[in-house]
């Protein structure tokens, strides 16, 4: 074995395996003094053992120094497995459209925009695009257009099936419908569903809020109503759609023409023309001067009295008049303040400010129209129905606003007013409305004693009642099997072989005599000796424990609110309406 002695040898620094620390290529100096390496061959520095050497295969020289040199460190000898990437490096890479993660991103940012009503540009805006770079940088932004013709129209076919299948299992379905224009002068009609589901739940989803560029007439929002009936699927045969509208003459026309009802209105109150158009010039005023808006925060703040802004009462809103008035008298000395400012004093020339005597009628009136103001915040309930407390919350209203001898000429005026103004209403037209109103009434657990009307009529409703549940049962074709069903009474079905042996003989004459008529009359009598509820009990929780399901059934065909305060907090709050984006 040749001897490595004091041999050159060289080690290639390029190379990373650690046998070169052991074997070198053999170095040569030619006559000239150059320096010649011989890269065909190697040499073991320990023993000086020549291997012949092909380029990049060290495997020879390894399996030398495992023999005959056991001693020495062969770590890393073994090809190095690739390296896997860095986690920063992953993070660095794009995320690829069609991934889970970018399509549940993609998504969120639709439904953010249709939840929170965002314009379709936010996905332009530096501000947003900063915050998702921070959530996600690997993500890629689509452009407006995927969202506007792909993300938001999926989303929203996606919950209009939801919606639909939901109605479609629904026994009945009421609607509420209102008017209203945007900051733009664009008009709209919004329409809002109320069923109740299997669970006894009361439900009340938004179906549309489409423009109308066309007059408000009867005709035009009928049309309206009667595509929303047909494209919702809502239309039952053997139920009517109630519609809940505010007073207002052309949606009273509408449903009439859609051929949907009963329609209710909304309770309205005739306004003191002279004292409310004092106020509204005032309010008026304060919202479409900002100059005049920042002098009377400037008093607010000055007074200690809450920054609030002042109230526009709409028309066919009787309850933003009441918002309207105690409002201003919240602001009263802040108003006066800011209108004698020198810097409006100019421009307010045309504004006649309340007297005392003007404070007083008002303050009065607020008074007697604040149980009306109750009355409207618990008719605008969602957790349920609740036309059957029309009539009830009616009579009780007529005898609150029964003058008295201590009442001041202008309380007794009021009152007066308000009460012929509420005699007449939900009597007409007769007899449709009032005996439907009173059928549901008697359908509440909290109000089926009637007490408020006379015992014949009380005896006729339920009468009426009766009828009406036979009537839907006639129209579905339901067997006397499903009705003895529907009394809760689990009865086995004989099997063929007993029936056979003991034939009619035996048989039972008590089910077979029993009529559909007898059932829903025994439902009747076991519902109108059950115990009652509270006036602030549920009645849906007490219907879904009950047994006499027939008439159950029809409790839940009475899905209809009796206000459209309803409709409106999809797009205003009496105060403010569509709110532009900041």
Request: with cysteine; net charge positive.
């Amino acid at each position: 074995m040749a001897s490595g002695g004091t041999e050159e040898l060289e080690r290639p620094v390029s190379f990373k395996s650690p046998v070169w620390e052991h074997f070198g290529f053999p170095v040569k100096v030619n006559d000239e003094g150059k320096r010649l390496v011989d890269k065909t061959v190697t040499v073991c520095r320990h023993c000086g053992t020549r291997k012949p050497y092909n380029s990049g295969n060290t495997s020879a020289m390894a399996t030398h120094l495992q023999r005959h040199h056991p001693g020495v460190s062969l770590t890393g000898v073994k090809p190095k497995a690739a390296q896997q990437p860095l986690i920063t490096a992953a993070f660095k890479q794009p995320l690829p459209a069609q991934s889970d993660r970018a399509k549940a991103i993609t998504k969120a940012i639709g439904v953010f925009m249709g939840a929170d009503m965002r314009p379709y540009s936010v996905v332009e805006n530096n501000g947003f695009k900063y915050m998702l770079n921070v959530l996600e940088p690997r993500y890629d932004i689509p452009s407006r257009t995927h969202f506007s013709e792909k993300i938001v129209p999926d989303l929203y076919e996606q919950e209009k099936k939801k919606v639909v299948d939901e109605l479609s299992v629904a026994p009945s379905v009421a609607l509420t419908t209102d008017g209203w224009t945007s900051r733009g002068t664009v008009s709209y009609v919004t329409i809002t569903a109320h069923f109740i589901t299997a669970n006894w739940e009361m439900r009340s989803p938004v179906l549309q809020t489409r423009p109308l560029y066309e007059s408000h007439t009867g005709s035009h929002l009928a049309q309206v109503l009667t595509q929303a009936v047909e494209e919702w699927k809502i239309k039952r045969p053997t139920t009517n759609i109630p519609v809940t509208t505010d007073n207002a003459k052309n949606q009273i026309n509408a449903v009439n023409e859609a051929g949907l009802g009963p329609q209710i209105g909304g309770i309205s109150v005739n306004r003191m023309d002279r004292l409310l158009g004092r106020i509204r010039k005032v309010v008026s005023y304060f919202h479409r001067s900002t100059t005049a808006a920042h002098v009377l925060k400037t008093r607010q703040e000055m007074l200690k009295l809450p920054t609030h802004k002042l109230i526009n009462d709409v028309p066919t809103r009787w309850n933003s008049t009441y918002d309207m008035l105690e409002r201003y008298l919240e602001q009263q000395a802040a108003i006066y303040s800011a209108l004698t400012d020198k810097t409006l004093k100019k421009n307010v020339k045309d504004i006649i400010t309340l007297s005392d005597d003007d404070v007083r009628v008002a303050e009065e009136v607020l008074q007697v129209l604040k149980p009306l103001k109750t009355v409207t915040s618990l008719l605008s309930t969602e957790t349920s129905p609740s036309v059957s407390m029309i009539l009830p919350l009616k009579t009780r209203i007529l005898q609150s606003m029964t003058p008295s001898v201590e009442d001041s000429t202008i309380t007794q005026d009021v009152k007066t007013a308000i009460r012929e103004d509420l005699k007449p209403r939900y009597t007409s037209p007769p007899p449709t409305l009032q005996d439907y109103l009173h059928r549901s009434t008697a359908l509440d657990p909290r109000f089926k004693s009637l007490s408020h009307i006379d015992p014949d009529l009380r005896q006729r409703t339920y009468s009426d009642l009766t009828t009406e549940i036979v009537s839907s049962l006639a129209t579905e074709d339901c067997d006397e099997g499903q009705a003895a069903e529907s009394t809760g009474a689990n009865l086995d079905t004989s099997p063929p072989q007993k029936a056979e042996l003991f034939g009619e003989t035996f048989a039972s004459k008590d089910m077979d005599s029993k009529t559909p008529a007898d059932i829903i009359k025994e439902e009747v009598a076991f519902y109108l000796a059950a115990s009652g509820i509270a006036v602030d009990g549920d009645p849906l929780t007490w219907w879904k424990s009950k047994y006499g399901k027939m008439l159950s059934r029809c409790a839940r065909l009475r899905t209809v609110p009796s206000e459209s305060v309803l409709n409106s907090r999809g797009h205003s709050d009496c105060k403010e309406v569509h709110t532009l984006p900041r």
